[in-house]
């Protein structure tokens, strides 16, 4: 084993801060086709890694490679991400609020099981299992995700359940093959609109206090 010499400008680039990790300057409010539908809206930071991206605008806290992904997403009261899966495993762990996570194994929804998470519990998807969860308390929340790695637009990611794709479509949305977004003309307007509402929210969650 080596041990390298690191200084202090390196590790400061190991750091991520919370506070500054999630200004709304650094989220992507519409990483995801399911992110503009109603009850599916959140904001998302890259912590490590490519994480899981439909939208190629994110950039990670940290950029050193590492064998693992980390998110952290900030969701509205009732809302979260809808019916999906993914090739690999992803863990959850809440850091607010109050959680419901669903899975199945049908891609037009129907559940199989639920359980409710708390701040600092964990819940891991196993790969291939459909999922949706939602914050159900009454405050925006945080939560913190761990992925195994992945490649990021090398394929479909997330497979996302037959109705999200059909309500992301009559919004204009949709994703190719590599797992891009393709987005409606309208973009920048839809993206305004979210941003503000959730910009509002982020305001509001009492985790925050960035002393400004
Ligand atoms: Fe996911």
New binding site residues.
């Given amino acids: 084993m080596q041990h390298p010499k690191v200084s202090n400008e390196e590790m400061l680039q190991r750091i991520v801060r919370f506070k500054e990790l999630t200004r709304p300057e650094n989220a992507v409010p519409v990483m995801f086709i399911d992110s503009v539908l109603p009850g599916h809206q959140r904001m998302n930071w890259a912590v490590i890694g490519d994480t899981?991206s439909e939208n190629p605008d994110f950039k990670p806290a940290i950029t050193a490679p590492h064998r693992f992904q980390i998110g952290v997403f900030m969701c509205p009261p009732n809302s979260g991400?809808a019916w999906?899966t993914?090739d690999y495993i992803?863990l959850f762990m809440p850091l607010g609020g109050r959680w419901r996570f669903h899975w199945g194994s049908d891609p037009d929804g129907a559940k199989d099981g639920h359980a409710d998470l708390e701040p600092f519990d964990m819940i891991s998807m196993p790969p291939g299992v459909w999922?949706a969860f939602e914050n159900v308390s009454d405050q925006a929340a945080f939560c913190f995700a761990v992925l195994e790695q992945h490649e990021v637009f090398a394929s479909k990611d997330?497979y996302w359940g037959t109705q999200v794709i059909r309500q992301a479509a009559a919004l204009g949305f949709a994703a190719d093959d590599k797992g891009r977004m393709i987005k409606p003309p309208n973009y920048a307007e839809i993206e305004q609109q979210i941003t503000a509402s959730l910009v509002d929210w982020l305001t509001k969650t009492a985790a925050l206090d960035r002393g400004s």
């Fill in positions: 899981a991400p999906h993914h992803e999922r997330p």
